[in-house]
Structures are given as structure tokens and as C-alpha cells.
């Protein structure tokens, strides 16, 4: 008898290491939310049914000192929206899905050819920053 209980708590103990071993390789794999820049302005956005352009929402240079490698953070409320950033217009059937409550991060660089347009019924806030690389 007590050598399967000495097994059995070789057992838990292996595998109690491999649970720790999985934590540690998903939390440093977990995407995490860049840095916002602060000084620069958040901007929001209503998204509808007709393309908007993120490009008129980006003014450079910004005054003060900011790094040369940035990106935008986008998130929405409301609803999903679809991307494009070839600078054609999205459909509510065509171009990259960011769904309701979720973030997108993407160079600066690109922002000007970005377009968004809502894939579903309502209305859709997209709040738009920049933020470290």
C-alpha cells in the first residue's frame, strides 16, 4: 500500500510541475496592451455603414519628444467592425474582423491607409491611439 501512495504522489508532483511549466509559457506568450503615449489625444470614432478613413485622424509631428517607432491601438465598443489597410474600402463582409471589446495593434506607418466600416446592425465606437512600439 504504500508504495502506490508513494507513486501516486510522484505522479502529482509531475504533474503539478507540468501545470506550473504551462502557466509560465501562456502568461509570457499573453499579448498585452502597449503603452499610450502620453500627451497625444485618444481619439473616438462612430463607424457606420460608409468607410471611414483613419488617416484625417493622425496630425504629425506632434510637439515634444515621442519615439520614432509607434503604433495604433484600436479597440471597440458597441459591435464589430472590419479593416483594411491597403487603403480600399472595407464591407461588412470584407477585411480583417475586430470583434466587440477587443484591441488591434498596427504600425503608425500605416494608419493613413487604414479604413474601417461596422460589420453589424449598430453603430460602432472605435477609440484610436498612439502608442509606443
Do not use: C, Q
Not at 509559457?25 to 460608409?50: D, F, K, Q, W
Not at 466587440?100 to 504600425?107: F, I, K, M
Request: no cysteine.
Amino acid at each position: 500500500m504504500e508504495l502506490i501512495a508513494a507513486f501516486e504522489v510522484t505522479n502529482m508532483k509531475k504533474i503539478l510541475v507540468v501545470v506550473v511549466l504551462f502557466l509560465v509559457v501562456l502568461y509570457a506568450n499573453a499579448a498585452t496592451m502597449p503603452e499610450v503615449l502620453s500627451g497625444l489625444p485618444m481619439r473616438e470614432v462612430l463607424v457606420g455603414t460608409n468607410a471611414v478613413s483613419l488617416g484625417s485622424y493622425f496630425e504629425s509631428p506632434y510637439p515634444g519628444s515621442y519615439p520614432s517607432k509607434r503604433v495604433i491601438v484600436l479597440s471597440t465598443a458597441g459591435g464589430d467592425v472590419r479593416v483594411r489597410f491597403d487603403g480600399e474600402n472595407p464591407t461588412s463582409t470584407n477585411g480583417h474582423v475586430v470583434s466587440n471589446g477587443s484591441w488591434l495593434v498596427w504600425p503608425s506607418k500605416n494608419a493613413n491607409a487604414a479604413k474601417l466600416i461596422r460589420s453589424g446592425t449598430n453603430d460602432v465606437t472605435v477609440s484610436i491611439s498612439e502608442a509606443a512600439e
